[in-house]
Every structure is written in structure tokens, then in C-alpha cells.
Nanobody
């Protein structure tokens, strides 16, 4: 199977920066999109940013100009550089990947999630 392991969360003051990383491992044929979602207490999980294998990116309006997503296809990793952090960015951040895995003579697609990493921004 496929595992996603996140790192880089923590506590930071408003205006500060954090860098999240996520590494995918396991039985991987290829990965389509990789991205980050977040969920604040009492709120629904929302997409923060994603990047496709060819490099195109997509951001939530709330983070445009402050967050940058990047990806290393050779290492199956994705990073989220978060600058100018605000208290409203406080949430558990989850890594997500759309992965093709070998199965028999072919491949099968699956959606995988990391365990989440806490980001807390103090005012």
C-alpha cells in the first residue's frame, strides 16, 4: 500500500513562516496530483493547494500570494511553504495524493491521506 508521512508543523507567531513536507512511499506506480488540505476545529476540511505531476498548481483564495506548493517527482515528495501566517491558518494540515499502484498486470488508482500535522498561529 501507500503511506504519506507529513512533517514540519508547529507553533508560530502571526507573520511567521512554516514549511510542511510530505513523503509518499510504498507500492507506487505513479502519482497524479499531490496537495494539502486543512481542517480547523468545528469546520469542514478544505483544499489549501495542490500540484499536478506536470507542475500546474491550484490554491485556495485565502492563501494565494502567501503559500507556495512545490513537488519533487523523483522523491515523491510535496512541500508547502507558508509565509505571512495568520491566526486563521491554524488547523490540522493533511497531505493528499492521487496514486496509481500496481495490481496484477495493471494499475489501480487510489486517494491517500497522511495522518495530519498541527499548525498553530498565535496572534
Amino acid at each position: 500500500q501507500v503511506q504519506l508521512v507529513e512533517s514540519g508543523g508547529g507553533l508560530v507567531q502571526a507573520g511567521g513562516s512554516l514549511r510542511l513536507s510530505c513523503a509518499a512511499s510504498g507500492s507506487i506506480f505513479s502519482i497524479n496530483a499531490m496537495g494539502w488540505y486543512r481542517q480547523a476545529p468545528g469546520k469542514q476540511r478544505e483544499m489549501v493547494a495542490n500540484v499536478r505531476s506536470a507542475g500546474s498548481t491550484n490554491y485556495a483564495d485565502s492563501v494565494k500570494g502567501r503559500f507556495t506548493i512545490s513537488r519533487d517527482n523523483a522523491k515523491n515528495t510535496v512541500h508547502l511553504q507558508m509565509n505571512s501566517l495568520k491566526p486563521e491558518d491554524t488547523a490540522v494540515y493533511y497531505c493528499n495524493a492521487d496514486v496509481w499502484t500496481p495490481q496484477g498486470p495493471g494499475v489501480v488508482g487510489g486517494d491517500y491521506w497522511g495522518q495530519g500535522t498541527q499548525v498553530t498561529v498565535s496572534s
